[in-house]
């Protein structure tokens, strides 16, 4: 299984963006598909996560702010952030749970104040 997150880039505080992750193979039924980021000097953080089923959860920082969704259809998962701060800034990393743990590259997101 492959990865390819895109959309990363530099924002003033208060901006948008919509990160996405192409995934190489249907994700149909697959339950754990993630955002995380990491941050220098800091530890690797679950950001969102969506089921299946569409169920999602996230963070207490970035509630209200990100939405994660997925279209099937096209094998691709997306995470749109609105409200953009500086301390979202990060490398942001999708992640998909199918029988073992995938990563796509990372893509960085830069927010300035």
């Known amino acids: 299984v492959q990865l390819q997150a895109s959309g990363g880039g530099l924002v003033q505080a208060g901006g948008s963006l919509r990160l996405s992750c192409a995934v190489s193979r249907s994700i149909i039924g697959i339950d754990g598909i993630s955002w995380y980021r990491q941050a220098p000097g800091k530890q690797r953080e679950l950001v969102a996560t969506?089921?299946?089923?569409?169920?999602?959860n996230y963070v207490d920082s970035v509630k209200g702010r990100f939405t994660i969704s997925r279209d099937n259809a096209k094998n691709t998962v997306y995470l749109d952030m609105s409200n953009l701060k500086p301390e979202d800034t990060a490398v942001y990393y999708c992640?998909?749970?199918?029988?073992?743990?995938?990563w796509g590259q990372g893509t960085q997101v830069t927010v300035s104040s």
């Open positions: 992640n998909v749970l199918f029988f073992k743990n995938y």
């Open positions: 969506i089921k299946s089923r569409g169920i999602t």
